[in-house]
């Protein structure tokens, strides 16, 4: 589960960096009822404000679904962060996306990049959501703007008696 702090600032623990321009978001946000229904415990909305995916840490870089919209990026650590995009930023546009890259990947190398018309208010959302791994105790995120390979998106507090 995600806790919502009004600032990420003074939190210690892992910060994972967004992959992401836009306004983050609880994903309850989120235009499309199967991710607003709040099923998903470890996840958050992006309204996109640019068309560019970043990888948050290096890692496996690997694609699945209709369109290549869901981008899950495996950290040697076992975590993972998966990016879903909507289907209809992609339907409407798939030769509008450029998918950079897959398989292994470096922080902040650029992984795709698509373009965002300013009639997309609700297909420019992407949801983020993390794999559950039992060496994170807590996962804190903030409402607020963030550039992509800048901004953290995301503080991780390690298990205190996981041995790594």
């Known amino acids: 589960m995600i806790t919502w702090l009004s600032s990420l600032a003074g939190n210690e623990g892992i910060s994972i960096k967004s992959p992401l321009s836009g306004n983050v978001l609880p994903v309850t946000s989120h235009p499309d009822l199967l991710y607003n229904a ?24 690997s694609v699945s679904l209709q369109y290549n919209r869901r981008i899950s990026i495996k950290h040697r650590s076992g975590l993972t962060l998966h ?8 339907a409407k546009h798939a030769k509008q996306k ?8 470096i922080a ?9 018309t300013a009639n ?27 550039n992509a390979g800048i901004d953290p ?9 996981v041995k790594e």
């Open 38 to 61: 709040n099923v998903l415990p470890a996840a958050l909305c992006i309204k996109l404000t640019q068309g560019k995916l970043l990888a948050p840490f290096s890692g496996v870089c």
């Open 83 to 90: 990016i879903e995009f909507c289907a209809t930023l992609f």
């Open 98 to 105: 450029q998918l950079i890259c897959a398989g292994n990947v």
């Open 108 to 116: 902040g190398q650029q992984l795709m990049s698509f373009e965002l």
């Open 120 to 146: 997309q208010q609700n297909a420019g959302h992407a949801v983020i959501m993390l794999s559950h791994h039992h060496s994170f105790s807590e996962v804190w995120a903030c409402q607020r703007q963030v």
């Open 153 to 161: 998106l995301l503080i991780i507090k390690q298990n205190n008696h």
